[in-house]
């Protein structure tokens, strides 16, 4: 009966203990789902606006280029509406996930890349220029102020006083072309120098051979002497004038059309004249034979 009773015992425990068990496990998966059911507590944390770059140099002409992080830190899922603002004449573009964006919807508790550029004007000056960055939603405001500095351009332009780019002349003499070299950029350029690419057998000789120094929008006048070799033939050729240093350059290319000369021609046609009588002679000869 001892042994009974003990048997009904430790069953009654087994039972009691496996039910205790079931209930804390059925308990904790109620309270994991509710947990997860419930919508996330504001922990304190606020949502930021960042960038890995704040400070970017180029030169005028060049685009400035940015990689920012928006993060929403906030308990819902927000529309942010991105604007920049640049100084005048300027243009920036945000981009994200490869496309052109004005805005961006960012879900709680995560974050977006974006792409920012900025094109400056042709005109700015060489100075850092602060430019604020906003990504505004319906609930919160957030700033990133970005700094572009435009350091300067190295550009020059070579043409002719009169922008034309052709000219005629005679095989075997000379002809004066007058060039202008202009420095174009926002910075000094010194030490250029001038070359040419001609026809074979052709010559040109600059005066200067070379510019010490061009400051910006300044322009110096150049003078080239082209000399054509004798028994060129008439047709249209191709000159290159160059003007570089060691930060730029800019060429013109020079059509040149070659006529023969008054003797070369009244020889072309004496010739073709003799050439015509001696066949008239030979015929008039032996034609009746």
């Known amino acids: ?97 490869g496309k052109q964006v004005t805005s961006i919807k ?60 052709s000219d005629k002349i005679t095989e075997g003499e000379k002809k004066e072309i007058q060039l202008t070299v202009k420095n174009t950029g926002s910075l000094s350029l010194t030490d250029i120098e001038l070359n040419s690419k001609t026809p074979p057998k052709w010559s040109a000789v600059f005066k200067p051979s070379k510019i010490d120094k061009l400051s910006p929008g300044e322009t110096e006048n150049v003078t080239v002497t082209l000399t054509v070799p004798d028994k060129t033939i008439a047709g249209d050729y191709m000159t290159t004038f160059t003007a570089k240093n060691t930060n730029t350059k800019d060429e013109a290319v020079f059509r040149i059309s070659v006529v023969t000369s008054l003797a070369s021609g009244l020889l072309g046609a004496i010739i073709i004249l003799v050439a015509i009588l001696v066949v008239y002679v030979l015929i008039r000869k032996y034609g009746r034979r």
């Open 1 to 97: 009966m001892l042994f009974n009773y003990l048997s009904r015992l430790n069953t009654s425990k087994c039972f009691y203990t496996s039910i205790t068990f079931l209930f804390f496990i059925v308990s904790g998966i109620f309270s994991n789902l509710n947990a997860q059911r419930q919508p996330l507590k504001d922990d304190g944390l606020k949502s930021t606006f960042s960038s890995d770059l704040i400070n970017i140099e180029t030169s005028v002409g060049q685009v400035f280029r940015y990689t920012t992080t928006l993060e929403n830190n906030a308990t819902e899922d927000q529309i942010y509406q991105l604007t920049a603002k640049v100084p005048e004449g300027w243009k920036a573009i945000f981009k994200a996930k």
């Open 106 to 165: 960012v879900d709680r508790g995560k974050k977006e890349i974006i792409n920012l550029e900025f094109y400056p004007s042709y005109e700015a000056k060489p100075k850092k220029y602060e430019v604020p960055v906003i990504a505004k939603s319906t609930q919160e405001s957030l700033s990133l102020n970005l700094e572009a500095v435009v350091s300067g351009a190295y550009e020059l332009k070579m043409t002719t006083s009169t922008g034309r780019l």
